[in-house]
């Protein structure tokens, strides 16, 4: 798909905002984040088991420490900022969770080419997808204030990526050939599954209010540009992959969005976060696209 990705996916979301004028979409988004979800489970350890999982220990450690030091920073911030422990809670998902899973994989596909999908799914599946569930999730649930041992046990049920991940990472690990028909594959219905997935962010986007403010601001600011920075400082240290510096500066993902309904979080910035933040990486990566 290349180069067109991102004018499919504005598209989507221009289409999914006009049909969520009209009618209460939001039901419908639902369920189609919910196919796409499982559909692309099976496909999880043939693309991680495609990237150079070897080569990259050291990148791994790295972005492992750089999520953690932005979600420390995140936290001190929100308890100075919010008396309230909903608009902590909501501000941090907004700041530290990032669309590396259906922003991220059709952004660098279309940046830096098809060869390094498998190394973007990797950061998706291997080190984003985990923390944000094991981390991010638990102190998003703890605003509820429960036992935080049955939070976290929440929150590894949750995440079914895991188990095919951890798959994937052993049989790569193990130089296991992965068939190029089939990983072509996988390639193409990841990314033409971000298509759907934005046309949903559309129809919830047409219900919402929009309106940034300084809140919203520093969200973007640490998603955007601290997030990917930290990564990027680390590649002096270590070889850091592009795709994983391009992952890391992603929007903010929309499973945020269903974290925030479960535990009663405030939506507005939340969406204002995910709409504006998605706005400016498309953008971006239109620009470089028609510049280069």
């Known amino acids: ?11 989507a979301i221009g289409l999914g905002a006009a049909m969520g004028r009209r009618t209460d979409g939001r039901p419908l988004a639902s369920r189609l984040w919910r196919v796409i979800y499982w559909s692309n489970l099976p496909l999880a350890p043939v693309l991680v088991a495609a990237a150079p999982v070897g080569e990259v220990g050291g ?7 750089a999520l953690t ?13 919010f008396t309230d422990t909903a608009q902590q809670a909501a501000f941090q998902l907004s700041a530290t969770w990032a669309n590396t899973g259906w922003l991220g994989p059709p952004v660098v596909v279309a940046v830096l080419g098809d060869d390094h999908l498998p190394i973007a799914l990797l950061y ?8 944000n569930m094991l981390v991010n999730a638990s102190l998003a649930a703890a605003h509820d204030r429960a036992h935080v041992l049955q939070i976290l046990k929440v929150s590894i049920v949750r995440n079914h990526y ?10 790569g690990l193990a130089g296991g050939p992965v068939p190029a028909r089939l990983l072509d594959v996988a390639q193409v219905v990841i990314v033409a ?23 919203v601001g520093a969200a973007l600011a640490t ?3 601290i997030a990917p ?3 990027a400082a680390a590649g002096t240290l270590v070889a850091m992959p592009r795709a994983f510096v391009l992952q890391a500066g992603m929007a903010t993902g929309m499973n945020v969005l269903v974290l925030s309904n479960e535990h009663r979080l405030p939506l507005r910035p939340v969406v204002s976060t995910i709409f504006w933040g998605t706005l400016i990486v498309l953008l971006a990566a239109g620009t470089y696209l028609a510049l280069r």
């Open 223 to 225: 998603r955007l540009v």
């Open 124 to 131: 998706a599946t291997a080190i984003s997808a985990p923390f």
């Open 162 to 171: 895991l188990g095919p991940t951890l798959v994937g990472l052993v049989y």
């Open 69 to 81: 030091v932005t979600v420390i920073g995140v936290q001190l911030y929100a308890r100075h900022r």
């Open 193 to 215: 599954g971000a298509i759907p997935a934005f046309f949903g962010f559309g129809l919830v986007l047409a219900r919402t209010s929009l309106v940034p403010d300084g809140t």
């Open 1 to 11: 798909m290349g180069g067109l990705t991102i004018p499919l996916l504005v598209v």
């Open 229 to 231: 920075g930290l990564l």
């Open 59 to 65: 990148a791994v450690v790295a972005c492992y420490l």
